[in-house]
């Protein structure tokens, strides 16, 4: 919602940014906008990272990816952008073209605008079409579309976004029962390109790269119903190797009124993210239009789930020139390789800059890691001797902008890596700002566990074919010392119980097979719990109190 102070300003001079295509991601209860040229969780005007879905309050104004890296001669070469301030672009919508077909009529009508929307449900009742049949008589358009092949005779590559390719031919063809190779229950696939214009808005020479992100989401009853999951796909289809690459994930993170923000990181947990300096999020804007989130704000965070975080640092608009808005490409490569934006190192203590109130002499790769450096991971094992946070240093709440990067290496011709990321959120509705970091970290142990360990599965709690039936069921004594007795009406094959937290943590879960069950979360800390009646198409959720 930061716009609402410049809507006077952008309907008089920006009237082309609203003619760009947008498209909504909302299967769990986060709702996001993503645009064609990789501008996510925002439509070019307006916040968009919507958490809780229905809401209408924004944990993230904007979203971009920056790449970079040296030719064999030193040169930069970089492709980054934040709002695509003064149509200043460094990515396009669509896969790079070896022959700059980017306006041929062809290209323009298969692969513009770059964005394919699937759903997990759709793609299984192909699946099972297509085993009944041994073909597909009609796919769904979002099947049908998938841009699986690309086109040499319009320089891109032969395959593009991936596919199960059910008789290996190479080819894809949804008739033959080939679909789209995703992850979660819905997914939004973006293809973009640096070298549509040669320099781009940072002005250096293209690095002739293509970027597939796959933006996916879980509907589920826990941690993951608030999550994002962000894959990110880098390949070199140029003709030079890049060395020393780099690629830095980029949020400038409003959390509901963005005039309050902190920022911070975990070395261990390779998270950057945003949190409220105080325990009240307003309300802001044009009489209060904005909505804040209230008593005891959420935090989110950005975390790398297969690579390490090597740096992660933050500036403002309101800062010191050295710790603004990069501007050039050489600001953005400083950022991204862990220094301010003129080249001056960053600086454990004060605000990270050398000379500042309370900084040191040692240098650091992560700013303001708070607590959450236990390994001297920012200093490279040097001891500073005290902890750094923003609320230790006594910093005035701001617009903070925050990044964390992770080195690539070398990327050669035809080479290609993929990261994957994930966005995260805490609160506790009884929990302050600064314990909703801990509760955001918490969530950040899960979902790395999850990718590391945990199948891709869509359990959706909406996806029956069938209505979704619930009972009459209580517990009791409720509230409860810790010792509680589910008892249900009637008695059927099939049901399970499951507790989980207020942050969607799964504390107990069993098979029902009498009439009352007795659970004993004793070990359990005082608060709300959910109690749910799952299985045989029932699904109904009682809150439960232990004191």
Not at 36 to 59: C, H, R, T, W
Not at 513 to 541: H, K, P
Request: glycine share 10%; charged share 15%.
């Amino acid at each position: 919602m930061k716009s609402l102070l410049l809507l006077p300003i952008l309907s008089l001079f920006s009237v082309p940014l609203f003619s760009q295509v947008t498209e909504v991601l909302d299967k769990n209860n986060v709702s996001l906008v993503a645009t064609a040229d990789g501008q996510l969780f925002n439509d070019s005007v307006d916040a968009g990272y919507e958490i809780p879905k229905g809401s209408g309050i924004n944990a993230i104004y904007n979203h971009s990816f920056w790449f970079g890296g040296l030719d064999a001669n030193g040169q930069l070469r970089l492709a980054a952008e934040r709002y695509n301030e003064n149509g200043q672009d460094d990515l396009f919508p669509g896969p790079y073209s070896s022959n700059n077909s980017y306006d041929d009529p062809y290209y323009l009508d298969e692969y513009i605008p770059a964005m394919w929307k699937v759903k997990l449900a759709d793609i299984e009742a192909h699946i099972n079409e297509y085993s009944a049949n041994g073909t597909v008589s009609n796919p769904h358009p979002s099947i049908l579309n998938w841009p699986g092949n690309g086109d040499p005779a319009i320089g891109t590559a032969s395959t593009l976004a991936p596919f199960v390719d059910i008789n290996n031919d190479g080819l894809y063809d949804p008739y033959d029962g080939d679909y789209p190779e995703i992850k979660g229950c819905e997914a939004l696939y973006i293809m973009m390109n640096d070298s549509k214009d040669t320099t781009g808005g940072t002005g250096t020479p293209s690095m002739n790269i293509e970027v597939h992100v796959m933006l996916y989401q879980y509907a589920s009853t826990d941690f993951l119903n608030n999550t994002t999951f962000m894959d990110v796909r880098v390949i070199n289809r140029g003709t030079e190797d890049l060395y020393d690459a780099v690629m830095a994930s980029f949020a400038d993170a409003d959390l509901g009124n963005y005039a309050d923000d902190y920022y911070g990181c975990d070395p261990v947990r390779n998270v950057f993210y945003t949190y409220n300096q105080d325990n009240l999020d307003e309300d802001f804007g044009f009489g209060g239009q904005g909505q804040g989130y209230g008593q005891n704000p959420p935090a989110i965070g950005i975390m790398y789930l297969n690579m390490p975080m090597t740096h992660a640092g933050y500036f403002t608009l309101t800062s010191a020139s050295s710790q603004a808005d990069p501007s050039s490409a050489n600001q953005y490569w400083n950022y991204m390789n862990g220094k301010w934006r003129f080249g001056d190192d960053w600086v454990f203590g004060g605000t990270g800059f050398a000379g500042s109130t309370g900084a040191t002499t040692i240098p650091t790769d992560f700013i303001f890691p708070g607590a959450n450096d236990p390994m001297l991971i920012s200093t490279g094992g040097v001891d500073p001797g005290f902890e750094w946070s923003e609320e230790t240093n006594n910093n005035p709440g701001g617009d903070r902008r925050m990044f964390g990067t992770c080195d690539l290496g070398t990327l050669p011709a035809g080479g290609e890596v993929e990261i994957h990321q994930a966005v995260v959120y805490g609160r506790g509705k009884t929990q302050n700002n600064f314990q909703n970091v801990q509760v955001m970290l918490s969530v950040a142990d899960l979902v790395q566990s999850f990718h590391d360990f945990g199948a891709d599965v869509c359990n959706d709690p909406f996806a029956s074919l069938n209505p979704v039936e619930e009972i009459e069921f209580s517990v009791y004594p409720n509230p409860s010392e810790g010792i509680f007795t589910v008892k249900l009406p009637s008695l059927s094959t099939g049901l399970s119980v499951q507790v989980t937290d207020v942050y969607g943590k799964l504390i107990h879960h069993s098979a029902l097979n009498s009439l009352e069950t007795e659970i004993n979360l004793q070990d359990e800390s005082a608060g709300l719990y959910f109690v749910t009646i799952v299985g045989n198409e029932v699904q109904s959720t009682v809150k439960l109190l232990i004191e």
